[in-house]
């Protein structure tokens, strides 16, 4: 498996599990609570910050793993990278334009930031299944 492969594994496992665990951790915490009400920044902050953290630590092990591999690209795994990250910006465009929109209709904080969290979250995953992909059944650029 080329190392920017296992790259895409650790981004899209990391991030869908940082967002997991934020999502239990406030769904928990709500009781007789409004949603909006809950206290959720120091939350998604940990759980941003500690998805940052695993990301590094990971990358780290994989390297030391298999150093002769770590940080060699070529010119496939440029292009690979660079459709990726593509196709993976669509969902922040999209979760943009929507907390924009909330944001205009003077919705609550909370909706704002967790659109915003979950656009960034399902674009490191888009994005990195699209890698995943591209390198299990091959890539054509056009």
């Not at 902050?45 to 070529?74: E, M, N, T, Y």
Request: proline share 4%.
């Amino acid at each position: 498996m080329p190392f920017e492969e296992k790259l895409a594994w650790i981004m899209a496992v990391v991030s869908a599990v940082a967002y997991v665990v934020y999502l239990a951790l406030v769904l928990a915490s709500t009781g007789q609570t409004p949603l909006p009400e809950v206290p959720y920044v120091a939350t998604m902050l940990w759980s941003i910050g500690g998805a940052v953290l695993a990301s590094i630590v990971l990358r780290v092990v994989v390297s030391a793993l298999a150093p002769q591999d770590a940080g060699k690209k070529d010119q496939r795994d440029r292009e690979i990278n660079r459709f990726g990250d593509h196709v993976g910006q669509s969902f922040v465009v999209v979760g943009g334009i929507v907390a924009t929109v909330l944001a205009m209709a003077r919705v609550d904080q909370f909706w704002i930031a967790n659109v915003l969290y979950l656009a960034f979250v399902l674009s490191a995953i888009l994005g990195s299944t699209a890698k995943i992909v591209a390198y299990r059944r091959g890539f054509w650029p056009w």
